[in-house]
């Protein structure tokens, strides 16, 4: 059962004392407080003007929040299997339901098999009680990841990079996206961020720096770009590696 811990500064979610899940800072409930939620959003880098986000994994709704504050003209639909973690949403200040903001109670692996309209973007953050859920980490369930998107849509999956199955996992990814995915690992670096892309490889595929930036206020450029700085670097170097190593 998920709980809500209140330090007077910021609400975090929990399913456990050991395991951070979301946190929230009580002024400012659409700032990105856990590091890997930064690098999550380094899709921006090469996909700066996204029309269809999809997550699965609502949490504390961080990543749900920032879109809706900061890219009012994409919809954004957050998929969360749990009705104890949606029944959270007011008090971690998540948006209600409107024109381009839905929350369904689902299961994320039937929302990716569903036809439906392609994403442009397919956020994958989704943890329980015990961590990655297995379902959302099968060789089915990425191919399914990669029917879902739309020509040159991206996912972003967010794994624990300290797993034993770790490899297992981005070899699954590599596998369903033709090998047009690289790995980069959050400042904190127990996560990490692979980024996987449909159609165009991601060695085709710019780096958009200061494409990224522009669209989005001062608030979040300031909070964006020490991270987009790194990120970009990184993705460099990991694309160059994939393709020395090809």
């Known amino acids: 059962m998920p709980y809500v811990v209140d330090d007077g500064q910021a609400l975090s979610l929990h399913f456990s004392h050991s395991e951070l899940q979301s946190r929230m800072h009580a002024q400012k409930p659409w700032q990105l407080e856990v590091d890997y939620t930064l690098t999550m959003m380094g899709f921006l880098l090469l996909q700066p003007e ?3 986000i999809a997550m699965v994994g609502l949490g504390g709704g961080s990543l ?12 954004f639909t957050a998929v ?6 949606i029944a959270l949403r007011e008090a971690f200040c998540i948006p209600l339901d409107n024109h381009r903001f839905e929350i369904l109670q689902a299961d994320g692996v039937d929302f990716v098999a569903s036809p439906a309209e392609p ?6 953050d989704g943890f329980d009680q015990n961590g990655q859920p297995a379902a959302l980490c099968t060789q089915g369930f990425y191919d399914d990841c ?12 967010n794994l624990h990079y300290d797993s034993p199955d770790y490899p297992l996992w981005v070899a ?3 596998r369903s996206f033709d090998g047009c995915a690289v790995e980069v690992a959050a400042p904190e670096k127990s996560n990490c961020i692979v980024f996987a892309s449909r159609g165009a490889t991601l060695a085709s595929r710019k780096i958009k720096l200061s494409a990224a930036l522009a669209r ?23 694309d160059t590696q994939a393709r020395d190593a090809a």
């Open 119 to 124: 994403l442009d973007v397919l956020l994958i």
């Open 172 to 174: 699954r990814i590599l």
């Open 216 to 238: 989005l206020d001062r608030a979040a450029q300031l909070q964006l770009r020490p991270e987009f700085t790194r990120l970009s670097w990184q993705m460099r170097d990991a």
């Open 146 to 157: 990669f029917e879902r998107l739309a020509p040159n849509g991206l996912l972003v999956v």
């Open 50 to 52: 996204p029309k269809r």
């Open 80 to 85: 969360e299997i749990n009705p104890h973690v």
């Open 64 to 75: 749900a929040k920032f879109c809706y504050h900061y890219l009012p003209d994409c919809q």
